[in-house]
Antibody, heavy 118, light 110 residues
């Protein structure tokens, strides 16, 4: 049973870089059955796709965030990561990692809250 | 890319059926059979309910069904139950590896 768990700082200062990690358990991140996605949800708002990455391929990013986002995979640790630079209060959200298969997210982490504040 | 359009709210009485729409364009909903629906209870992670327009993951009741016509996809919940009260989000592949979400619909069971 594939499980995902987000980790990282819950508080980030404005203009700094948000960095989160998703640990995959119960399966290999190198499996061909899934690729890996980050999604966020600002307080009281809807879901926003941040980007996705295959373990061995190029990442795909939301055009509105592309200039600030990096998603990468560490197969040795069975983890994938999100980095979002130059954050502002608008980046305050619950961040979810998810396992994705044919453009649907069938496995989700529980989410981690990130607040951008000085 | 613009978010897919969903009604902000929907409601129905127990036992009734409710349909939630999700409208996009020919570049996303209308162009691919990769529409999915997610249920989210307060404070919880979303849960996949429908994928590839009409398919249900194992464990999802058959009261939940999906369809698509042109640029609009729909989620129908039949035989409404109290536990169906939640937020529902649609999502669609939009080409070039990208995904779009709808703004979400709050379903209230009266």
């Amino acid at each position: 049973q594939l499980q995902l768990q987000e980790s990282g700082p819950g508080l980030v200062k404005p203009s700094e870089t948000l960095s989160l990690t998703c640990t995959v358990s119960g399966g290999s991140i190198s499996s061909s059955s899934h690729y890996w996605t980050w999604i966020r949800q600002p307080p009281g708002e809807g879901l926003e796709w941040i980007g996705s990455v295959y373990y061995s391929g190029n990442p795909y990013y939301n055009p509105s965030l592309k200039s600030r986002v990096t998603i990468s995979v560490d197969t040795s640790k069975n983890q994938f990561s999100l980095m979002l630079s130059s954050v502002t209060a608008a980046d305050t959200a619950v961040y979810y990692c998810a396992g994705t298969s044919f453009y649907h997210m069938d496995v989700w982490g529980k989410g981690t809250t990130v607040t951008v504040s000085s | 890319q613009s978010a897919l359009t969903q009604p902000p709210s929907a409601s129905g009485s127990p036992g009734q059926s409710v349909t939630i729409s999700c409208t996009g364009t020919s570049s996303d909903v209308g162009g691919y059979n990769y529409v999915s629906w997610y249920q989210q209870h307060p404070g919880k992670a979303p849960k996949l309910m429908i994928y590839e327009v009409t398919k249900r993951p194992s464990g999802v009741p058959d009261r939940f069904s999906g369809s698509k016509s042109g640029n609009t996809a729909s989620l129908t919940v039949s035989g409404l139950q109290a536990e169906d009260e939640a937020d529902y989000y649609c999502s669609s592949y939009a080409g070039s590896g990208s995904l779009l979400f709808g703004g979400g619909t709050r379903l209230t069971v009266l």
